[in-house]
C-alpha cells in the first residue's frame, strides 16, 4: 500500500481512542490509590464522575467496538 493510499480518519481514531482509555484509566488509578476516598462523592468530584462518564467511558466502549470491527476487515 502506498503512503498517499492510506486513509487518515482510521488514525486519527486510534489515538483519539487511546487518549481516552489513559483519561479513564488515570483517573481510576488515582482514586483507587488515593488514601481515604469517599465511597459517595460530593462537590467537584461528583461533577467529573459525571461528565467521566458522558464523555469518556460512554464514548470509549462504542470508539472501541468500531475500531476493532475495522481492524477485523
Known sequence: MRKADRALA????????LLLISLANC???FFATAPKVEEHPQGMERLYN???FMFIHARTCSMFAIMFGYGIE
Open 50 to 52: 459525571i461528565f467521566s
Open 10 to 17: 482510521p488514525d486519527l481514531a486510534r489515538g483519539t481512542m
Open 27 to 29: 483517573a481510576v488509578f
